[in-house]
Structure formats: C-alpha cells, structure tokens
C-alpha cells in the first residue's frame, strides 16, 4: 500500500497534470497510506487481507487531494482531523468502486484484477460494505457528529445517482438535464463533501467552508465530464482501464448524447441500437464520427461553465491559502481535457 | 408499509411466540412504521418507491423490538430516541438482506419477489447502500457521536462474519469454533448493539447497558442456532420461505455439523459431496436422518447454553423494568426450538 512503491503516475508529471499538483501533497498522502494501513488492524483478521488489496488498487485520490488543498495551511503542516477526513472519503468512494466493479462484471482497475474477480462477487459486496461501514466509523471520530453526518448524507445521494444511471441503463430517451442530474449526484457530491471536510476541518469561516464546498460540486461535475470524454477519446496504455465500456454498457454519456443530437437523423438508429444493445458496439467508428462532428470541443465547452462556476464559488476568497490551489486544480482539467484531442481539440 | 395492512403474525400467536411478545410493543412498532415512512421523504425520488419496496419486507423486527424491550419503561412511554435507534438497527439489517438476496440470487422473501428480482441486482446492490447510508445517517442525528460508532463497527463486524461465512461456503472442514465466530460476527453483534442503544438511550445505569449488550449478544448466537435449525425442521407455509437452502448452496450450519460428526463414516461420502456442490442435495434423506439421530435436541441444548448466559447476564438486575421482558424472550425461544421436534422434541 506504500505510495513510493507504486510507479510515479499514470499521467504525465508535468505542471499541467494531476501528478503535478499531487506532488506537493506527497507528504499528505504519505500520511494518508499509514493511516490507512494502520485500519487495517479495525478489520477482523479474516478479512484484513481483502481490504488491503482493495485499497492498494484505489487510484488517483483525488478525493483526498480536495481535503487536503482545501484545507491547506502551508507545506509543513499535515493536520490528523484532515488525514482522518481524507480516509473517510476515500474509503467511501474505494467502496463505490468495489460494488460497481461488481454490478459491471469488470475485470481490471488500475492494472490488476478487480476485488470482484479475485474473491468473487459476493465477497466483494461484502468487503465493499465493510469499507463504507469502516469510513463511516471514521467519520464517527470527530467530536460533533456533523462530519458523519455530512458523509453519510452524501453517501446516500452518491448511491441514488448510481441506481438513476443503471436504471436509465440501455435507454436512449436521456435529456442532458438527466445526465447533470446523474453527475451532480454521483459525483459532484462526493467532491462537495471532500472540500467541506477540508475547510470545516481546517477551521475556516463558514463562508469560504460553503464556498469550497460549491467549488468541490462544480470541479465534480466538470471531472465526471471529463471522465466520460477519457472514455472514449483517452489512451488505453496511459489510462490503465479499458475504453469504450460505456458504449458497451449501454450508459448515454455526454459525448454520447451530443453524437446522437449530432449525427444526420438517417444514422442515429443504428447508434440508438447500439445503446440498447441490440447491435454489437462500434466503437472505432463512434469514435471517428466524434471528431468529424467536433464532439469533443462541445464537451470541452460544458467543462468550461462548470470549471468557470467552480473558480466564481472560490472569487470572494482571493487571500485564502487554499485558493490558488483548489483553482490550479480548475487548470489542470482543461488541460487534460484539451490534451484529449488530437491537436489539443 | 402499514403494519395493521399485514397479516397478523406469521407464526402463531400463542404467549410463547414471538408475535405474543410482540403483541404488546404494537404502538411501539406503529410509531417505528410512521417513522420509516417519514423517511422516505429523505431519499431522492427517484429511489423512493425502491426503498418503501425495500422496508415492506422487512419481516418479525426482532432488532427494534429487542431496543424497546432493552430500554422499556412503561407501555405507555414510546420515547423518539428508541423510535430513531430502532429505526438505525432496522435500516442497517434490511440492507444486509436486500445484499444477502442478490448475493444467494434468492427469488423470494416474505412472500414478496426479493429487491433483486423486483428490481435487478445492480439497483438492489446500491440501494443496499443507500438504506445503509441513511440507517448510518439516523444515527448521527443522536446529541453524540457514540451511536453512530458503535452501529459502524457493528455493521463492520456483521459483514465480516458474512464475508468468512461466504468464503466458507462449499467447504466441509468447518468446526463448532468456525461456526460459533460466525453468528458471533454476523447476527449476535446487531443483536448485541441493538439491546444496547435500547438500554443507552433509556438513561439506564452503566452497569444494565453493559448487561443488555451481553444479553443481546447471547440471545443474537442462540436466535440464529433456532434459525439454522428453521432451515431443516421448519414448516415452509409457516416460516414463509424455501427450507433447505443452507444444504443447497453449501453452509455448513450446526445442525449439518452435527449430521456429519454422527453420521457412520461411510455414510458422511455422499452428505460432504452435497454440500461441496458435487452431488445433488438430498434434503430429505438428511432431514430423515437428523431425525434418526436426534439432532434435534442437540441443538437444542445448544441454544439453551446461550440462553442461559443471556438470562445470566441480567441477573444482578431483577429489579429493572426491561428484565422480565428480556427474559420472556428466551422462554419464547426455547418453545420455538421445542415447537419444531414433531413431539415438541
């Protein structure tokens, strides 16, 4: 579970990628792994084994990230309310990941097998169950219950968000005001918790703890689009997952919705079938009517708003230490969504 | 989710049943009802009508009962925290069941299709979380922190004990020891947290909390040996559900350890190959034999010992209102177990 262990990034370290600002929070995350592995002694000694290799496989952390950066008061000062704060969101999300690993029947995430397909389904379930009960029971440890509370909250709307995306699953009656939905639940929220934790935690005003939390919401939304971009205009080698799985899966995603709206009525049929399942995915050839149609420019457009609504949340709070960093952060997406196209879009 | 709309009991309504134990928490269990039902307001639309799905089936609510009968004052006294915490424990429950019947692809539950037929595993799965999420939610809507944690490790130690349970599945090398840490994990500690929260939020003196959680722990191990023996020796129209599926899908409850400790070792062949998944269940050769060999009151005595240590767990408090309550259910449990011997065993 060591950080140092695993290789530096799967993206590229440059000021413009999330490695670059996650850089500076190499001492956090340091303490954020042995806070991590000191839980494991919480578990019963029968399942210790199962919720290590769950965490190993945890990715990004860009949850954590958004708790450290902002609750940020300087280099040097790693705060253990923040550290407990960032593994009660991780733990939550790692177990998000575990159960949809399980529903998708997906095989690989982050270059290993999934829990799901080393122990099997129902063991995962479980184990996904385990580490939601054991974040939660984190966020127990605070002195007033709000933090739970927050998290729980939150877990519940992340969840709902999942079941409106899998029963909308195979359809392709889905408005972009279902998508934002989906997104604001799924992801956004998620995001907003983690910036909450950090500026409450922190001890800052109220006002710049709902002005971090609005921020984290908008960078969620815009990540979540980001995401569903990666997913068809990503490369497999440095993404480390498999592209495509939401046109195979039948989820109407953003780039999606806007082909569909784009393609020449005569055309969309076939798309629509491929949706419901009922034709094998073309994903080559979705891909290539993307670019003709300049798909990925639209999407970037609709990172745009919800990064510019992320930095206006943080612009009364010019002076604040974490600022600078939580709007970085705002840069960083646009560049990788730019970096997406072929010619940067 | 009416409990008047419901038929009375489904089993018997004699005094040593649980339905006559029961009969007098009826307000208690009306004013739990009301307060699920207010619940759903809390849940995004679009799952309601999955989540109200979810709490009809919820079955005896011998969890809410044992913390108002843990925390029992009077029949006229229905205080809202027990109203809450009995809310906690059942959410937290009916979500481990909504997991359990995808997981065992069970079709049927209290006579209902189970969330994962009605709904599909992938919604069942989360909206097991989401029933989670918000029985976690309930409990920190408590003055401290102290509910919410001891209901997160609880919920951590009851899908441990599934987990070890699960990974043990199909396996024959299982011993009195693996199984007594399995209910241990999996039933006794709600068991346990739930005669607790009763007693805690009743204001009762530290010394009966800690006796109530004893008590809960052992009746919890003792319930769950009756609900092993249910699986073989109940009667289906009565219990509601398929018997044999423990045979069927390879747990090794007591009453098969049993089986295999007294079966002739030529015999125990054919029953290990049954429970392995190699051979066919033949579950009423195994039913016949248990009866041959009187495993029945084996069992018995077993449940008696945990009864025995849960009737001693409150025995320096005689005085105290919930005692005799508490104890009738042991007696009630005894007379279930002696109910299900052809001659009363």
Redesign the interface.
Known sequence: MSRAARPAATEDSTSNSFAGVFAMLAPHMGALDRFLHEQLA???P??RA?VEYCLDTSGKRIRPALVFLSGWSGANEIAPDLVRAAAVVELVHV??LV?DD??DEADVRRRRLTASREY????A??????L???G??L???????EI??AV??S???V??G???Q??RRRSTDITRADYQRIVE?KTAELFRVSCFFGARLAGSRPGFVTAAGRFGQHLGAAYQMYDDLVDFFGEEARIGKTLGTDLASGKLTLPLLELLERLPADETPALRAEIAGERPPQFALRLRQMRELAILPVIAEAVQVEVAAAAAALQEWPGHAPTPLLLRLCDVLQAQVAGLGPAGA
Request: hydrophobic share 45%; with cysteine.
């Open positions: 919480a578990f019963e029968e399942i199962m177990a998000t159960h399980v529903m099997g389904p129902t063991p379930v479980l184990v996904g169950d385990a939601f009960a054991h939660l029971y966020a127990t440890q605070f002195p007033t219950t739970c509370a729980t909250e877990t519940r709307r969840c709902a999942e079941i409106v899998s029963l639940l």
